[in-house]
């Protein structure tokens, strides 16, 4: 015997509009909580200079980074002197009419830039520029 009748119970319905909300709240804090700037891996000040070129040739750019402190940069990867003249060598038997651009920190000691232009000179290349303020690209 049944007193009372027994209603089937429907499935809990899950509001998909407000998980999007809570969904977009989350996204958009992430967005302006982090940094989106650029950060470069070597820091330098660069010199200022009147009348430079601009650097931007089609070809893959043969570019020297000397920093104030630390090891010299060909391209991205650190190197030595003598080991920055072994891949000058290997880059001029491939295209020795190329520049070279050097990019030293204003407070770079100047014996380093000195070495360097001579290890570009050794290696046959003839066109040897030098990055200032307003003739590097950000």
Known sequence: MQFLERRRRSAPTVIIISLIDVLMVVVIFMMISTTF???AAISLTLPEGKGTEKAGSGEMQLIITIPKTGAIFFGTQPVTVDRLGDKLKE???VNANRPVFIRA???AAFGSVLKVTDAV???GFR???AFTKEGIKP
């Open 127 to 129: 066109d040897v520029k």
């Open 105 to 107: 920190d204003t407070d």
């Open 37 to 39: 700037k650029n950060q």
């Open 121 to 123: 000179r050794a290696a």
């Open 91 to 93: 880059a001029a038997a």
